[in-house]
C-alpha cells in the first residue's frame, strides 16, 4: 500500500486565534482527512534547534539529518541542493547556502526581511554575485551560483558554525539567530564585507527607484559535507511554492506538484506545500485563509476522493507552525469510522 506524505508548513494557526479562524474556514476535506485516522499525534518542537519542524522533519525523512527532534536535528541541506542546480560540490568539502538579503533594522533591533518578498531578478542576483564573488575567492572560501536568491559558500574549515534558517529566523529579533560558534566572529566579518561592496551599488539605487528594499547583507546556513558518491535528487519529493533551494531537492519535473502528477506516479511520495508561509509569517490571516481554502480544492478533496475510491493507500498530512507539528494519517478503511465527527479542532490542539 503506497503512503503520500503531505507536508504543509504553517497549516496549524497560532493557537490564540485558531478558534476564530476556524470558525471561518470551510474546508470540510481537511477536515474528514483529520477527523477519520488510524493515528495522529502532536510533537512539541525546541526552537534552539535553529530550524522550524517541517524543516527538521524533512532533512531527517530526506535521511540529511540523524534525527527529526532534539539536539541532533539539523539543516543540512546545502550539498544536496547544489546538485539540483546542476553543480557538482566536490566530495568531503563543506558548503553553505548563502540568500542574498535585506537587514531591517529597528529602533531596538534588527531583523530578517522574508527572502520571499524581495522579488530579486536573475540580472540582479547575478550582478551582485559577480561584485561578491572575487572577495570570497580572495579569501578561499568561493562562492557557486544556484539562482539570483541562492547560492553556495565552500568553506571547509567551518565545521564549527550553527546557523539558523532563513524562515526561522524571519520576524525575529536577530541577537539571538545570528550564526554561532568558534567561526562566528569571521562569518560577522565576511558579512560586514559584502555590506560595504553592496552598499549604494547601482543595483540597490534601481530598486529603491522601484519601491523594492535594498539587498544589504546575506543570509548564511544550511552547512554540510559533500559526500564522496554523488546523491541524486530524491525521486520521492514533489514540491509546490517552495523556495529555490528546497525545489532543488527535488527532481525537476517534480518541482510544480500536482494531485494528478503525485497519485499517477504510484509511489511512496512526500509534498512539501509552501503557499501558506508567507501569510503566516507576516500574520496576514485573511491571506492565510484563502490560501488554505485554495488548498481545500486544489489537494484536500482530491486526495480524499482518491483515499476512498482506493486509488491512494494512506495518507499522511504533516502540519506545523514554529513549535509543533502534527502527523495524522488516514486511509479507506479510517474514513469509514462514521462514528468519528469531522471537524477540524484538531487544528486547535497546537
Same mark, same amino acid.
Given at each position: ?24 474556514? =470551510? ?30 522533519? +524533512? ?15 539539523? !539543516? ?9 542546480? *546542476?553543480?557538482?560540490?566536490?566530495? *568531503? ?9 535585506? +537587514? ?10 522574508? /527572502?520571499?518578498? +524581495? ?37 571547509? *574549515?567551518? !565545521?564549527?558554525? =550553527? ?11 536577530? !541577537? ?18 559584502? =555590506? ?28 554540510? +559535507? ?8 530524491? !525521486? ?36 512539501? /506545500? ?18 488554505? =481554502? ?9 486526495? /480524499? ?46
Amino acid at each position: 500500500m503506497n503512503q503520500l506524505t503531505l507536508v504543509l508548513p504553517f497549516a496549524l494557526p497560532n493557537a490564540e486565534l485558531a478558534a476564530d479562524l476556524l470558525k471561518v474556514l =470551510q474546508a470540510p476535506a481537511l477536515a474528514a482527512l483529520l477527523s477519520r485516522t488510524s493515528d495522529c499525534n502532536l510533537e512539541t518542537f525546541d526552537n534552539a534547534n535553529r530550524l522550524l519542524p517541517h524543516e527538521a522533519w +524533512l532533512a531527517h525523512a530526506l535521511t540529511l539529518s540523524p534525527a527529526p527532534n532534539g539536539e541532533a536535528a539539523q !539543516s543540512a541541506f546545502a550539498a544536496q541542493a547544489m546538485r539540483g542546480y *546542476g553543480l557538482a560540490p566536490e566530495p *568531503g568539502a563543506r558548503y553553505f547556502l548563502l540568500h542574498p538579503a535585506h +537587514l531591517a533594522i529597528a529602533r531596538s533591533h534588527i531583523s530578517l526581511e522574508d /527572502l520571499r518578498q +524581495l522579488k530579486l531578478s536573475e540580472a540582479d542576483g547575478r550582478t551582485l554575485f559577480d561584485t561578491a564573488r572575487p572577495y570570497f575567492d580572495e579569501i578561499g572560501q568561493p562562492l557557486s551560483y544556484g539562482d539570483a536568491g541562492t547560492w553556495f559558500m565552500r568553506a571547509d *574549515g567551518w !565545521s564549527d558554525l =550553527q546557523c539558523a534558517t532563513p524562515d526561522a529566523a524571519t520576524t525575529q529579533d536577530l !541577537s539571538v539567530w545570528m550564526p554561532e560558534g568558534e567561526h562566528a566572529r569571521a562569518a560577522r566579518r565576511l558579512q560586514n564585507e559584502v =555590506q560595504m561592496l553592496w552598499h549604494e551599488h547601482p543595483v540597490n539605487a534601481a530598486r529603491e527607484e522601484r519601491g523594492l528594499k535594498a539587498i544589504n547583507s546575506f543570509w548564511i546556513w544550511g552547512g554540510s +559535507l559533500a559526500n564522496a558518491e554523488a546523491a541524486r535528487c530524491a !525521486s520521492s519529493l514533489h514540491t509546490k511554492d517552495v523556495p529555490g533551494w528546497l525545489a532543488a531537492l527535488a527532481e525537476p519535473a517534480q518541482r510544480d506538484a500536482s494531485p494528478n502528477s503525485v497519485l499517477a506516479s504510484q509511489q511512496d511520495a512526500i509534498v512539501v /506545500l509552501g503557499g501558506l508561509t508567507e501569510a503566516a509569517q507576516a500574520q496576514e490571516w485573511g491571506m492565510w485563509l484563502q490560501q488554505l =481554502q485554495a488548498l481545500e480544492a486544489d489537494w484536500f478533496a482530491p486526495l /480524499l476522493a482518491a483515499i476512498k475510491d482506493g486509488r491512494q493507500g494512506q495518507l499522511r498530512l504533516v502540519l506545523s507552525h514554529r513549535d509543533a507539528w502534527l502527523a495524522c494519517t488516514t486511509s479507506k478503511h479510517a474514513q469509514r469510522k462514521f462514528w468519528r465527527a469531522i471537524t477540524l479542532n484538531k487544528l486547535k490542539a497546537s
